[in-house]
């Protein structure tokens, strides 16, 4: 068996670098301990989003409906087949991630079949479940089972998955309206279209969200600090490209951060995290 559970975790790290640059350098900056447990948290919310943005000649639906009650029944008798449920699920009990948020988390992605835009009730219920929670996700493997910590960086853990998400619709914009059909800011719907004061306020958003976040990060512990930060980093960067960018150049151009400075940052990371505890 530990070869099987060997070969899922790898299974998801080769997910997680195939689909994002930027995370798996985040990822490789942590303390060993911690890197398989995030691989298979990405692994699974990446099966998830994949199911609901690119199998588009299947039945999503039945394929999500399916998803959630395979996660759940592999959690329940501690072994899964699919390899990538597989790690999930020895995360997920390992380190007593909450049920509910792996539910809210499938709550959202389903949320995406059926809405091409969000109200603002609607809205929030959806960067709770696709952000908010895969942050507390990740903050359960970085505490280890120390809930008092886990309670007190609850709320910036949040804050960073909420602000993540949000720039993250800000660079998507152009391809979610393109090929899916779909625009992520409140009160923005096919009879109100998105401009340049509707993105400033977002912009205000996702500021304060950043702020929050960092008092927490400052806080982490030190085997994920750097990572975290160094992530951090990345999206406060792609952040302010966008501010830049009017609502006419993101719907003709996706705003990138390019490789080689995505290392830089993470150069700029290591050096400043020896003092981020201090500040």
């Known amino acids: 068996m530990e070869l099987y559970h060997k070969s899922s975790f790898d299974i998801s790290r080769i997910i997680t670098h195939n689909y994002s640059t930027s995370f798996s350098l985040g990822i490789m900056a942590f303390a060993p301990k911690y890197r398989e447990p995030i691989y298979s948290i990405y692994g699974f919310v990446r099966l998830a989003d994949e199911i609901v943005d690119t199998f588009h000649d299947y039945d999503k639906r039945k394929l999500l409906e399916q998803l959630r009650s395979e996660v759940f029944k592999a959690i329940e008798e501690g072994i899964s087949t699919n390899p990538v449920i597989h790690s999930f699920l020895l995360t997920v009990k390992k380190f007593n991630i909450e049920h509910s948020h792996i539910h809210a988390f499938l709550d959202s992605m389903e949320m995406d079949l059926y809405n091409n835009y969000y109200e603002e ?10 952000a908010e929670v895969v942050g507390l996700m990740c903050l359960k493997v970085f505490v280890e089972g120390n809930q008092q910590q886990y309670n007190e960086l609850l709320e910036p853990a949040k804050a960073l998955g909420s602000a993540f998400q949000k720039v993250n619709f800000l660079r998507d914009i152009k391809s979610d309206i393109e090929e899916r059909g779909r625009i992520y800011l409140p009160g923005i719907n096919r009879t109100v279209s998105i401009n340049d004061f509707s993105k400033k306020e977002l912009e205000k958003e996702i ?33 302010h490209k966008i501010q830049k960018a009017d609502v006419k150049k993101l719907l003709s151009k996706r705003v990138r951060v390019s490789n080689p400075h995505k290392l830089m940052l993470l150069l700029k990371s290591i050096i400043e995290v020896k003092v981020l505890k201090t500040c």
């Open 121 to 130: 009730k609607n809205y929030d219920e959806y960067i709770y479940g696709s």
């Open 207 to 239: 500021e304060k969200e950043f702020a929050q976040a960092l008092e927490g990060i400052k806080n982490l512990p030190a085997g994920v600090r750097l990572g975290v930060y160094s992530a951090y980093l990345y999206y406060v960067k792609l952040f």
